[in-house]
């Protein structure tokens, strides 16, 4: 992603603007230590991935997106950017939406495909509550509009503070089929909301028509 594109989705204002009502299930006592956090063991090993090229898939926007591991089976809307260029977050009303960034490739296209998701509502957790507990090796699955299926395999997830976002390594563009999920994470304040982004970074590893 290029321009207003690659900036950091949820810096800034959209962070602090959103977290002041999503921050306040933390706030009330819901969570007592904020969403799980990725340990030192689930970084991104980009030499375990290089070469590990499977036929792309075609142009098919995403309908829902699920993760076995953690249990979540969502359906998937589309996100644009703000006036700042910074990622829009999913619509607040439904704890279980993901959403995908809708002037990038499709999940499985060539290239890295972006997707979101809030870490939790005023209520409590929201879909990608647990993005932190992923291990590598698991599986996300992606359906598209075409009905068909995306399959990836997560090779690291990693935890960074906002306002030092690795916009190229996150966003950058990929000779094969990359996916990432991105969500709030570290610690949160009232004045400040979450002050990191929790990344999972995966890649197709093969597609059903």
């Known amino acids: ?3 207003k594109a690659s900036r950091s989705p949820w810096p800034g204002t959209v962070a602090a603007g959103g977290a002041l009502v999503l921050g306040a299930w933390l706030l009330a006592g819901g969570g007592t230590s904020g969403p799980p956090a990725p340990d030192g063991t689930q970084g991104m090993d980009h030499a375990a991935t290089a070469g590990l090229l499977v036929p792309p898939r075609a142009h098919a926007v995403p309908t829902r997106i699920r993760i076995p591991a ?6 998937v809307s589309a996100l ?3 006036g700042g260029g910074r ?4 619509a607040e009303h439904d704890r279980n939406l993901a959403g995908w960034y809708r002037d990038g490739v499709t999940p499985g296209q060539r290239g890295t495909a972006i997707m979101a998701g809030h870490v939790d509502l005023a ?3 929201a879909v990608f509550y647990g993005l932190g507990t992923l ?3 698991d599986q996300v699955e992606v359906d598209g509009a075409d009905r068909g299926t995306g399959y990836f395999t997560v090779d690291g997830v990693e935890s960074f503070a906002k306002k030092d976002f690795p916009d190229a390594r996150v966003y950058g563009r990929a000779a094969d089929s990359q996916l990432r999920l991105i969500t709030c994470g570290g610690g949160f304040t009232a004045a400040h909301g979450w002050d ?3 990344v999972v970074f995966a890649h ?3 597609s059903v028509s």
Request: glycine content about 14%; hydrophobic content about 35%.
């Open 1 to 3: 992603m290029t321009g």
């Open 204 to 206: 197709l590893v093969r």
């Open 196 to 198: 990191a982004n929790v």
């Open 123 to 125: 209520d409590g957790p």
């Open 87 to 90: 990622l829009e977050p999913p």
């Open 70 to 75: 953690l249990r979540v089976d969502a359906p």
């Open 135 to 137: 291990r590598k090796g």
């Open 80 to 82: 644009g950017l703000d």
